[in-house]
């Protein structure tokens, strides 16, 4: 009966997604599901005609991820249709992965309500962005298999699609598996980083696209900023520019370079906790949220889109029983509602008119977001710290092979 239930709610969900998407059901905004696909579907063009994407300032991924927009052309019908269709499948094979993790290893049921819910939350957006793609990969690599080998497969190729699946090696807590894993997922990448560059000219263009990219007015650092636009005390604005609405005015510089240097400062957090912590059953997955959570914290960008990612990683880290990551994980959902509601239903409040009531959402969404990452790192510290008075991992249910 409960997996009925999980498949009904999924599938409803799902149906009004698409329904909404392609305005069967009219809703405004369209142009805020459409705009990508639109962009996906030329990009596709592109290469279906022999080259990645020329002097393009939007596209900045690496070249795998000419895949997930190739992959509606095999689906009959128009683009738009047909990719909606192939995100929703990837929805649903996400949904099998952590139904499948949670039968191997007796976990609990919550981590595949919240993904069944929660990414309900983001509203079409979630099939509107080639993003359910690469979180599939992710999700992959944190439930198929204990071998370090497979999960760094897994990462290789989620870092040749869209890089932030590496975060997913800094919970492999021994030494050989870390090389493993690394190794693989190095070796993953590189080849097909080297096949892709070999079979079409310009596949490695994105080595030098994010170097030019601003400070976007939803990120951590930007927030602030649309908070003292829409109180009157800020003369800057948002223009649109490498894909994305970066900030323009007085202190935007000296923000940028704080939110650069955020990023190996957390990752420097992160290596002193991977140094001194002891092995635990559970720290793969902990340390995986809480990688992910830390780089989007401190990202320059913090599209509505990367919700879909921490939010996989929180489904899987609420079925590990003994995690330390549940309250995080609980944190990420109404982050994650927030963002639903932000994007793009308010977003034109702090995106363009500088209207108070949707910039408030706003920053209570990067607020709790904030919040999550901080939680996140503190519980895995105390949960992983030597001076605990058992040295020995937990005794929770997770897989083998």
Same mark, same amino acid.
């Given at each position: 009966?409960?997996?009925?239930?999980?498949?009904?709610?999924?599938?409803?969900?799902?149906?009004?997604?698409?329904?909404?998407?392609?305005?069967?059901?009219?809703? %405004?905004?369209?142009?805020?599901?459409?705009?990508?696909?639109?962009?996906?579907?030329?990009?596709?063009?592109?290469?279906?005609?022999?080259?990645?994407?020329?002097?393009?300032? +939007?596209?900045?991924?690496? /070249? *795998?991820?000419?895949?997930?927009?190739?992959?509606?052309?095999?689906?009959?019908?128009?683009?738009?249709?047909?990719?909606?269709?192939?995100?929703?499948?990837?929805?649903?094979?996400?949904?099998?992965?952590?139904?499948?993790?949670?039968?191997?290893? =007796?976990?609990?049921?919550?981590?595949?309500?919240?993904?069944?819910? =929660?990414?309900?939350?983001?509203?079409?957006? *979630?099939?509107?962005?080639?993003?359910?793609?690469?979180?599939?990969?992710?999700?992959?690599? #944190?439930?198929?298999?204990?071998? !370090?080998?497979?999960?760094?497969?897994?990462?290789?190729?989620?870092?040749?699609? +869209?890089?932030?699946?590496?975060?997913?090696? !800094?919970?492999?807590?021994?030494?050989?598996?870390?090389?493993?894993?690394?190794?693989? @997922?190095?070796?993953?990448?590189?080849?097909?980083?080297?096949?892709?560059?070999?079979?079409?000219?310009?596949?490695?263009?994105?080595?030098?696209?994010?170097?030019?990219?601003?400070?976007?007015?939803? @990120?951590?650092?930007?927030?602030?900023?649309?908070?003292?636009? !829409?109180?009157?005390?800020?003369?800057?604005? /948002?223009?649109?520019?490498?894909?994305?609405? %970066?900030?323009?005015?007085?202190?935007?510089?000296?923000?940028?370079?704080?939110?650069?240097?955020?990023?190996?400062?957390?990752?420097?957090?992160?290596?002193?906790?991977?140094?001194?912590?002891?092995?635990? %059953?559970?720290?793969?997955?902990?340390?995986?949220?809480?990688?992910?959570?830390?780089?989007?914290?401190?990202?320059?960008?913090?599209?509505?889109?990367?919700?879909?990612?921490?939010? =996989?990683?929180?489904?899987?880290?609420?079925?590990?029983?003994?995690?330390?990551?549940?309250?995080?994980?609980? #944190?990420?959902?109404?982050?994650?509602?927030?963002?639903?509601?932000?994007?793009?239903?308010?977003?034109?409040?702090?995106?363009?008119?500088?209207?108070?009531?949707?910039?408030?959402? #706003?920053?209570?969404?990067?607020?709790?977001?904030?919040?999550?990452?901080?939680? @996140?790192?503190?519980?895995?510290?105390? @949960?992983?710290?030597?001076?605990? /008075?058992?040295? %020995?991992?937990?005794?929770?249910?997770?897989?083998?092979?």
């Amino acid at each position: 009966m409960r997996a009925t239930w999980v498949l009904l709610v999924w599938a409803v969900t799902r149906a009004l997604m698409f329904l909404m998407a392609m305005q069967v059901i009219p809703v %405004e905004h369209q142009g805020s599901f459409e705009n990508d696909v639109n962009l996906y579907r030329g990009w596709s063009d592109t290469l279906m005609g022999g080259s990645f994407p020329v002097d393009d300032d +939007k596209w900045q991924y690496p /070249p *795998l991820a000419a895949l997930p927009m190739l992959v509606p052309r095999l689906i009959p019908g128009s683009y738009k249709v047909a990719f909606y269709l192939a995100a929703i499948i990837f929805d649903l094979a996400i949904l099998l992965l952590l139904w499948r993790f949670t039968n191997r290893t =007796g976990g609990s049921r919550a981590g595949i309500w919240a993904w069944t819910v =929660g990414a309900a939350l983001l509203g079409p957006l *979630l099939i509107s962005r080639y993003d359910l793609m690469v979180t599939f990969v992710a999700v992959a690599a #944190l439930t198929v298999s204990a071998s !370090a080998a497979v999960r760094g497969l897994f990462i290789g190729i989620g870092l040749a699609i +869209k890089v932030w699946p590496v975060a997913l090696l !800094a919970g492999l807590r021994r030494w050989r598996e870390l090389f493993t894993g690394a190794g693989v @997922s190095l070796a993953t990448a590189l080849i097909g980083c080297g096949v892709a560059a070999l079979l079409l000219p310009h596949a490695l263009d994105f080595l030098h696209a994010q170097g030019d990219r601003g400070l976007q007015v939803e @990120s951590m650092a930007g927030a602030p900023f649309a908070l003292a636009r !829409a109180l009157g005390w800020w003369d800057g604005f /948002p223009t649109y520019q490498h894909g994305a609405m %970066e900030l323009v005015g007085d202190g935007v510089g000296t923000a940028t370079t704080i939110s650069v240097v955020a990023t190996p400062v957390a990752m420097a957090l992160l290596l002193i906790w991977w140094i001194r912590a002891r092995l635990t %059953e559970t720290a793969y997955y902990d340390a995986a949220l809480t990688t992910v959570l830390f780089l989007v914290a401190t990202s320059r960008v913090l599209s509505p889109q990367y919700m879909v990612w921490v939010l =996989g990683l929180a489904a899987v880290v609420l079925i590990v029983r003994g995690s330390s990551q549940w309250p995080t994980a609980w #944190l990420v959902l109404v982050a994650t509602l927030l963002t639903g509601i932000t994007y793009p239903w308010v977003e034109d409040d702090y995106a363009t008119d500088g209207k108070l009531l949707g910039t408030l959402v #706003l920053v209570a969404r990067n607020l709790v977001f904030l919040t999550a990452a901080v939680v @996140s790192f503190v519980r895995l510290w105390r @949960s992983t710290r030597r001076d605990t /008075p058992s040295d %020995e991992p937990r005794p929770v249910a997770v897989p083998t092979s």
